[in-house]
């Protein structure tokens, strides 16, 4: 017995809101359910028609991005992602678009130091590191790498 083969009749006005429902921002999922298609076949509708398959990739409007760059002075991109109802990579995708991965004029992710502070920060672990490494006597580097390496 032969499979039956599934072939959609796709009519010109479910192509029209095909096209609507994708510029919407809608998933193909979303629209597959709506019109009774498969997913399948809704992505190869939008490749037809010339726009993105996989509305997933589609740029997002300019003031839900404006929202997201308002949010990252407060937010890190997981929150922003729960409280928008995004995935956590299209938050990261307008960081790197706009090319900071901080708020801008926040120095260190988590703590508030400046490179002068981290200098002296580093002057300091060097110092402790040599008085150490003199009191029981071992050189520097093995003290180094000894301080870096997970030891219990």
Same mark, same amino acid.
């Given at each position: 017995?032969?499979? =039956?083969?599934? /072939?959609?009749?796709? +009519?010109?006005?479910? +192509?029209?809101?095909?096209?609507?429902?994708?510029?919407?921002?809608?998933?193909?999922? &979303?629209?597959?359910?709506?019109?009774?298609?498969?997913?399948?076949? *809704?992505? &190869?509708?939008? !490749?037809?028609l010339?726009?993105?398959?996989?509305?997933?990739? #589609?740029?997002?409007?300019?003031?839900?991005? &404006?929202? *997201?760059?308002? #949010?990252?002075?407060?937010?890190?991109?997981?929150?922003?992602?729960?409280?928008?109802g995004?995935? =956590?990579? /299209?938050?990261?995708?307008?960081?790197?678009?706009?090319?900071?991965?901080? +708020?801008?004029?926040?120095?260190?992710? /988590?703590?508030?130091?400046?490179?002068?502070?981290?200098?002296? *920060?580093? !002057?300091?672990q060097?110092?402790?590191?040599?008085? *150490?490494?003199?009191?029981?006597?071992?050189?520097?580097?093995? #003290?180094?790498?000894?301080?870096?390496?997970r030891?219990?």
């Open positions: 017995m032969k499979r =039956k083969q599934y /072939r959609p009749r796709v +009519t010109a006005e479910q +192509t029209k809101l095909i096209n609507v429902f994708t510029l919407a921002g809608l998933s193909q999922k &979303n629209i597959a359910k709506q019109l009774g298609f498969l997913p399948v076949t *809704i992505g &190869n509708i939008q !490749r037809l010339g726009i993105a398959p996989r509305s997933g990739r #589609m740029p997002l409007p300019t003031a839900l991005e &404006n929202k *997201i760059i308002r #949010m990252h002075k407060k937010h890190g991109s997981p929150t922003i992602a729960r409280l928008l995004l995935p =956590k990579w /299209r938050v990261e995708d307008v960081f790197r678009e706009r090319r900071f991965l901080q +708020t801008p004029g926040k120095i260190s992710s /988590r703590y508030y130091v400046n490179d002068r502070e981290k200098r002296a *920060i580093r !002057r300091k060097r110092a402790f590191e040599k008085e *150490i490494s003199k009191q029981f006597g071992v050189s520097e580097i093995w #003290m180094r790498r000894f301080l870096r390496r030891s219990k």
